[in-house]
């Protein structure tokens, strides 16, 4: 008997190592985040060491794409690894163009549910806005912890806990502030133990929201340059946290925006053409870092494609999560392991294809493959007419786009969207635009879960 007794404290005690070994997590995503607004991205008044540093630390990614080009669908898919149609998205967002009772499928297998399942904790402080009713709220959806708005900052003045309100109305200046200081109480709280933490930050997105201490201060001369310098400060008490705990060794740190900057906004996006809502580059493309001291290699600048659907499986396999075995296929994960990739190693980048979409429609609207990027037609958004962002250089381009053909880009070369190629290169044009309506069959005709929940409280 006390052979067994002694055999199970031993394989008890292994288990807590094990557990103790696995590195945390900590992804940051913020809202509506310019692909140009950090400094280490070329902004030119925007300063933000703490980033830049991290960045330097670890691996900063120049073709990094959110999973759509608006909030809720791009959540979607950072937290499933799948496209967003997949999991319940039509168009728009939750409260505008989707319904208020619209939201993630909560069948859909989360990344949350994914690292609870293997003895982590988790949390979510920011934003979610991935349902507003009780069977689509984040504590349902695997999140042990939860302080939250449920919808765009725009959108609502409550502050969550779980199912309960526990500020109404919320201050829009302190939000930054008020997250950080969840996350470092959780850190404290869960040192001893493999911790999961989603930390969706709600600026830059309007009405842009800015502590009084940091009110002024950035060279940019507008709110939104000082958004952006208090999130790096506050990311920074972060990592300072994870020193003093020395954890910082520990645990892997991503940061990234959920989509291209807002129109109208005083964000940038060069040499990129085009901003939220729209397919093109400015729409998706943003910044993204990720840092793991001692193991990502510093100082590396990733150049391949990788898209947030990529970070469920990635990052479960960074902490040796078998994440095929819990997926069931609900949803058909379409993000694929890039952690060799980060790592720096000589391996063939298994992401050389990718779908855009429009925030107003649920139909790919072009398709990435290689260098190459195909739009099947035009249309207005691809010309950048109305307010997509355009140099006066890109402008004068775009004057030879007319015509309802296809257009096609070679990104590398013509990062702005601006040379249609697609005459000279009929062959690739087909090529693409077969694959674009192999994967949008496969979407349509698969495994997709709906939302029909009744419609309850706004």
Same mark, same amino acid.
């Given at each position: ?183 470092? &109480?959780?850190? #404290? $709280? ?9 930390? +969706?930050?709600? %600026?830059?997105?309007?009405? *842009? ?62 040499? &990129?053409?085009? #901003? $939220? ?9 943003? +910044?993204?870092? %990720?840092?793991?001291?001692? *193991? ?66 649920? $139909? ?32 004068k381009k775009l004057e030879k786009l007319t015509g309802n053909g296809p257009a096609l880009f070679n ?48």
């Amino acid at each position: 008997m006390r052979i067994f007794i002694t055999l199970f404290l031993l394989l008890a005690l292994t288990a807590t190592l094990n557990a103790a070994e696995k590195p945390n997590v900590i992804l940051i995503m913020v809202d509506d985040l310019g692909y140009q607004d950090l400094s280490c991205y070329g902004h030119p008044a925007i300063k933000t060491p703490v980033l830049d540093q991290l960045a330097k630390e670890g691996v900063r990614l120049t073709d990094f794409y959110s999973g759509a080009t608006v909030c809720t669908p791009s959540r979607m898919a950072l937290m499933t690894g799948a496209y967003p149609p997949r999991v319940g998205w039509t168009k728009g967002v939750i409260g505008y163009k989707m319904g208020w009772q619209d939201g993630m499928s909560p069948e859909a297998l989360t990344i949350a549910e994914i690292f609870k399942s293997e003895g982590y904790r988790t949390a979510l402080f920011g934003k979610w806005h991935l349902g507003n009713q009780p069977e689509t709220r984040p504590h349902r959806q695997g999140f042990d912890e939860t302080f939250y708005i449920d919808k765009s900052n725009n959108q609502t003045k409550k502050l969550w806990r779980d199912d309960e309100v526990v500020i109404d109305p919320k201050n829009n200046d302190m939000l930054t502030k008020q997250f950080t200081d969840e996350a470092l &109480l959780f850190i #404290e $709280k869960n040192k001893e133990k493999p911790f999961f933490l989603y930390l +969706p930050y709600t %600026v830059p997105h309007f009405p *842009v929201g800015v502590h009084k201490d940091w009110l002024g201060k950035s060279a940019y001369k507008h709110k939104y340059g000082d958004a952006v310098e208090e999130l790096d400060a506050r990311i920074g008490t972060l990592l300072a946290k994870l020193k003093e705990e020395k954890l910082d060794k520990k645990t892997i740190v991503l940061f990234c925006s959920d989509n291209g900057p807002n129109p109208g906004e005083k964000a940038g996006c060069l040499p &990129l053409r085009g #901003e $939220k809502w729209s397919p093109l580059e400015g729409g998706t493309r943003v +910044p993204c870092i %990720v840092n793991y001291p001692g *193991v990502i290699p510093p100082g590396q600048v990733c150049r391949e494609i990788v898209g947030a659907i990529d970070l469920l499986p990635t990052l479960c396999t960074a902490c040796n999560i078998d994440w095929k075995s819990k997926s069931q296929g609900k949803p058909k994960i379409d993000g694929v392991n890039v952690w060799p990739t980060l790592l720096g190693k000589k391996v063939e980048h298994p992401r050389t294809e990718l779908l855009y979409w429009h925030g107003m429609n649920v $139909k790919p609207q072009a398709i990435r493959v290689g260098d190459w990027k195909l739009f099947p037609t035009r249309g207005n958004a691809l010309r950048g007419l109305g307010s997509a962002r355009k140099t006066p250089e890109q402008a004068k381009k775009l004057e030879k786009l007319t015509g309802n053909g296809p257009a096609l880009f070679n990104l590398r070369k013509d990062p702005g969207e601006t040379v249609d190629l697609s005459a000279e290169q009929p062959e690739r044009v087909a090529a693409m635009q077969k694959r674009l309506d192999e994967i949008a069959a496969d979407i349509a005709n698969g495994d997709i879960i709906p939302i029909s929940l009744p419609a309850k409280e706004k």
